[in-house]
Nanobody, 118 residues
Framework: VQLQASGGGLVQPGGSLRLSCTAS????????MGWYRQAPGKQYELVAA???????NYIDSVKGRFTISRDLAKNTVYLQMNSLKVEDTAVYSC?????????????WGQGTLVTVSS
């Protein structure tokens, strides 16, 4: 199983971006999908997550601006980011806890850089 993330880039404050993260290979079930980020000089943090029952969680700083969603048929999780702020600048990484050919494991996608700047 491999995860492929995409969608980062440079955007002006107030703009939008959508990140996606797709698992390829033998996937038999997904328990958890999440987006993390690490800004320069800051700790790694879980930005948004969706669990197997569809429940979502967000850190306070992105509530009302970011939306996490999933397409289980495509083994894909999305992060729609609206009203982006300079402080959202970070490397964003996705994680999926899924059942593959090696059982239940965590898989990480490569980081994708989001830069919010005028």
């Amino acid at each position: 199983v491999q995860l492929q993330a995409s969608g980062g880039g440079l955007v002006q404050p107030g703009g939008s971006l959508r990140l996606s993260c797709t698992a390829s290979g033998d996937v038999f079930g997904i328990k958890f999908m999440g987006w993390y980020r690490q800004a320069p000089g800051k700790q790694y943090e879980l930005v948004a997550a969706v669990t197997s029952d569809g429940s979502t969680n967000y850190i306070d700083s992105v509530k009302g601006r970011f939306t996490i969603s999933r397409d289980l048929a495509k083994n894909t999780v999305y992060l729609q980011m609206n009203s982006l702020k300079v402080e959202d600048t970070a490397v964003y990484s996705c994680k999926q806890s899924l059942i593959g050919d090696r059982g239940l494991r965590d898989y990480w996608g490569q980081g994708t850089l989001v830069t919010v700047s005028s």
